[in-house]
């Protein structure tokens, strides 16, 4: 090699790198009082050009997602905090090609429903928890923080809006799917948190997927492919734990089979494709366990569904069943197979409800999982699934089914 | 509790999930030829409205990153593959709220800079390299695949077109980045591949990184918190390794750190910030070694700065050094560090170039490792970088120099 030129102080011009922050961080207030998310200073742009409202089925399947009249947007900035909450007719949003959440996957979202209940009524169903989870997320991403009751009485003013036409009372039974969504939109390459960012909630539909024929089949992951780890973010709903994980969701599907279960070190059982994921088997002690992975490690989703199913299930709904949080490995369930001890298996989720399970293959090895009559969901599965479907249809006043009063506004 | 309904078996219609994959995957042909990512297709609309060119060091340091006057995009669609790539003024994309990568970080970008040398040329440093690894970044979340020279192609044609003008002749051993980003631009809030894609490419301002005052000082990563681990995807460029990593970024920031060191398992030394990090220590048998995280766990950046380092120090740049890739940790610094043994650290990254380091603080206890006269990189450092930097700038005549002829068109 030739010699090369050994740079002197003077060789680089110095810029400044980003100052030492002097500033408070996004959530506090600093001496310029920055507006909170507010949801009583909502405008209302209506449309003019209403779409024909699709049948459910077609709708569901579509290969672009079918959405209502409207969408909700609210803007924030770090020196102004957030902007007055617009809600106006669904269209496409405009962004930079720099914007943060289009290259450091400065985003998050929250998935609920909303149900035509058998009493006339819209509800929905306890999403207090989804919108305190939303701000968990974007808090983990670097996204501003709001006051979750904000965002719920906005998911409030849509449902009110779109869904007396989108979700009218002939289709009882029937439900839309509810997507938060907020996304960094500052427009700075530098990687750094968001300046500038944007939440908006629109109303889908989304096929129904809680009852697939024959039951839901998994696949265990790739050994080299792990979803989620301690120390990392898979306990909140941000974009970065979806895109990764498609490769594994798509190789399981060419295998035949629905989604992915996830495994973690030692082959411990964690989430099923987006779901949470449980075991209903009878233990070595004779004793019927519902089980399910804890929370405590944050690598899973802490699922409303999940948390449903367990305090409806510890409350007695499937009579005297024990119901754990704890780790379980697939080893376990592989030798649990072997002495005819797996009962049944579910996920759930808002997408899929609660799904009953007849397989997971791992290693070329496969559990069949008992289904009930018809090749429906088990005993206990049935059990804990009908009375969380009773609440958010109305056919049970429960405190966990909100119902929505159907005029504008909030 | 009141006695809740068992479904039953037609309680729920069954919608179907998707169907068992029939079609071929994204990156193989199937029945009907999809058109390749073919840069000669690519067509010009240019602006006929220029912006002035600002001065470097405002525009590098603006809150709202500075970009020249065009783009290239380039779509995808899984039936018909990479429509004709288009070169036309820089602006605003139109994205559905349901797009694929504002949910699921469907996302991944490169970072490369554009040279204008001292000869007056304008080069690239090893962009095969980057844009080899844009498609294993691409491919790792489900994005499709493409031809890297193609994308090189058109990297370098945005470049023939806007540094003329906005890299002056005048502006020698000055840079412009290159930012080529892949987004998923399906709306389907179903969580699964996305079957639309979108390439672009931008040429912005950022600053110069590479000479802090004081050198770099970096803070370990909170101990509850890992950036990326084995079975991850910490080697690829996508933007899951980003959002997540910004909590970290800004509570460094405000104990008056540039950047997080991220440490692993017990203890190792991974990266810093966004960048790969070397030390350069007395090992206990006497002999100066370079050192720094190996690959082969797949846990960080394959950085071409990185592979640049390790070659031209092997080469013998700065004469009798081992240089290795291996785990060492945050302890053996420590260690090292009460024995006097540190010599030298710094990091390496497009963004930040060769920036030396001159503080690590851990647990409360901070090393502080010697810089070179005047307060900057000390002579390891900066012979390997006086090396790098002749041949960006066109100072030395090398292959990993390449150079642009500044007509438009390919």
Same mark, same amino acid.
């Given at each position: 090699m030739a010699s090369p030129t050994v740079l002197t102080a003077n060789a680089f011009p110095t810029f400044p790198l980003p100052p030492k922050a002097t500033t408070s961080p996004p959530t506090s207030s600093g001496p310029i009082q920055k507006a909170e998310l507010d949801a009583s200073k909502l405008t209302y742009t209506f449309t003019t050009n209403s779409s024909p409202i699709p049948d459910e089925v077609s709708a569901g399947c579509s290969d672009l997602t079918v959405v209502t009249d409207h969408i909700i947007t609210a803007t924030w900035d770090i020196s102004t905090g957030w902007a007055a909450p617009e809600l106006k007719p669904y269209g496409p949003l405009q962004l930079s090609p720099a914007a943060s959440c289009l290259h450091y996957a400065t985003e998050c979202f929250e998935g609920l429903k909303v149900y035509r209940g058998y009493d006339g009524k819209l509800r929905m169903f306890r999403p207090e928890h989804n919108c305190a $989870?939303? $701000? %968990?997320?974007? #808090?983990?991403v670097s996204l501003p923080s709001f006051d979750p009751a904000e965002l719920q009485k906005l998911v409030t003013t849509l449902i009110a809006v779109d869904c007396p036409r989108w979700l009218p009372k002939d289709r009882a039974g029937s439900f839309l799917y509810i997507r938060p969504t907020m996304i960094g939109t500052h427009a700075q390459l530098g990687v750094q948190a968001p300046k500038a960012a944007m939440l908006y909630i629109m109303l889908a539909f989304i096929p129904r997927l809680d009852s697939p024929a024959g039951g839901m089949r998994l696949l265990t992951s790739p050994q080299d492919t792990v979803r989620s780890w301690v120390g990392g973010f898979g306990y909140a709903k941000v974009g970065a734990n979806y895109g990764p994980s498609l490769v594994a969701g798509q190789e399981a599907q060419r295998e035949g089979f629905h989604q992915t279960l996830? =495994?973690? &070190?030692?082959g411990e059982c964690t989430e099923a494709g987006g779901s949470n994921f449980f075991i209903v088997w009878r233990r070595e002690d004779g004793? #019927?366990?519902?089980? #399910?992975?804890?929370?405590?490690?944050r690598i899973i989703l802490d699922g409303v569904t999940r948390r449903s199913v367990i305090e409806v %299930? $510890? &409350?007695g709904v499937a009579g005297d069943v024990e119901v754990a949080e704890g780790k379980y490995t697939i080893g376990e369930l592989l030798q649990a197979d072997k002495q005819g001890?797996? =009962?049944?298996?579910?996920v759930t989720g808002t997408a899929y409800f609660i799904c009953p399970v007849s397989q997971i293959r791992h290693n070329a090895k496969d559990i069949h999982i008992p289904m009930g009559h018809e090749g429906k969901h088990g005993d206990i599965t049935g059990r804990a699934k009908g009375w969380i479907y009773d609440i958010m249809y109305g056919r049970q006043e429960h405190p966990w089914g909100v119902a929505i009063p159907e005029s504008q506004g909030l």
């Open positions: $989870r939303m $701000r %968990l997320s974007a #808090t983990r996830w =495994l973690y &070190g030692e004793k #019927t366990e519902v089980l #399910t992975a804890p929370l405590d490690d %299930l $510890r &409350g001890r797996i =009962l049944e298996a579910f």
